[in-house]
């Protein structure tokens, strides 16, 4: 019997031992947590909007709202992955919705261009659908595909003043931190051509 606890002891060690250097073994990576760059500075906007823009949080759906970076060896992009390591700091919902808040702001393209503003008196509401924001491996190397759904409306307006799908695809070296440079500068694209788009508005009701 004292044999028998001492053979049990032993195993409960050597598992112990074994659970430790599975835990803190060498072949684990570390976690990386990426930022997009510093957005480029944008043009200012002749014709701003005559009020308030609230830049409403991003929408979108599944792996799209989750901070790990997706990817795809599906040249069509259709089955996605994310990577276990390779993280945003934040989820792209919110770090898109900021980078296009300063993007604007910077271009002076309303009275004021907030995240969050109460709902009464005139004011213009930009909603945003993440469709697609991955890298995708496609037969001549890797690419960025970013798709955004945009919709602008004004407060007591029947119609969106906008609605519009931006849609860009970039050809990339192999390396995340490629592709994560190459993010922000499609993004800092689309946010121009939005801008431009936002300039052509012409109000639904006067103030």
């Known amino acids: 019997m004292q044999t028998m606890r001492s053979?049990?002891?032993?195993?409960?060690?050597?598992?112990?031992m074994l659970l430790s250097g599975c835990a803190s073994g060498p072949g684990i990576p570390d976690t990386t947590y990426f930022r997009l760059p510093e957005p480029a500075a944008p043009e200012r906007i002749a014709t701003p909007l005559n009020a308030p823009l609230v830049v409403e949080t991003f929408l979108a759906d599944g792996v799209h709202s989750d901070q790990a970076i997706l990817y795809s060896t599906d040249p069509d992009g259709d089955r996605l992955r994310a990577y276990h390591y390779q993280l945003w700091v934040y989820p792209p919902t919110r770090m898109l919705q900021r980078r296009l808040i300063r993007y604007l702001d910077e271009a002076g393209a309303a009275t004021a261009v907030?995240?969050?503003?109460p709902p009464r008196g005139d004011q213009y509401r930009l909603y945003l659908r993440i469709e697609a924001f991955e890298r995708v491996r496609t037969l001549s190397g890797w690419e960025v595909r970013v798709r955004l759904d945009a919709r602008l409306d004004q407060g007591g307006g029947l119609l969106p003043l906008i609605k519009k799908r931006y849609d860009r695809r970039v050809q990339v070296d192999e390396g995340i931190r490629d592709s994560v440079v190459a993010m922000g500068q499609v993004l800092d694209d689309i946010y121009a051509e939005l801008a431009h788009d936002v300039a052509q508005v012409r109000p639904a009701t006067q103030p």
């Open 114 to 117: 907030l995240d969050r503003l």
């Open 7 to 16: 053979a049990l002891r032993g195993l409960g060690l050597l598992g112990a």
